[in-house]
């Protein structure tokens, strides 16, 4: 598994993005896959995760209700729609690979990280 996290940049309060995670080596598709995210100096906080068929899914509090994460698997790719974007969704945001179909809450596998800016 090798992933690449792409989607993200600068926006204002409000507005929406969409972050996309691939798997180069094509291989995650059995996988669940979440999104993490960082803000300066806070620690790494879970988003949400998707089955490997994306039956199932789990989202933090924080971001239920305007966030949907979905997967393409003929692409080999993980989405993150994010809506209503406000100032604290600013931070990095990682992809990370479980090694189970079902989320365990372990991932094994991490991307690089793409930055979403949300200006007030």
């Known amino acids: 598994v090798q992933l690449q996290a792409s989607g993200g940049g600068l926006v204002q309060t409000g507005d929406s993005l969409r972050l996309s995670c691939i798997d180069s080596?094509?291989?995650?598709?059995?996988?669940?896959v979440g999104w993490f995210r960082q803000a300066p100096g806070e620690e790494r906080e879970f988003v949400a995760a998707i089955s490997w068929n994306g039956g199932r899914t789990n989202y933090a509090d924080s971001v239920k209700g305007r966030f949907t994460i979905s997967r393409d698997n003929a692409k080999n790719t993980v989405y993150l729609q994010m809506n209503s974007l406000e100032p604290e969704d600013a931070a990095v945001y990682y992809c990370?690979?479980?090694?189970?179909?079902?989320?365990?809450?372990?991932?094994?596998?991490w991307g690089q990280g793409t930055q979403v800016t949300v200006s007030s």
């Open positions: 080596r094509r291989t995650f598709t059995n996988n669940a």
């Open positions: 990370a690979s479980d090694l189970r179909p079902y989320w365990s809450g372990t991932p094994r596998y």
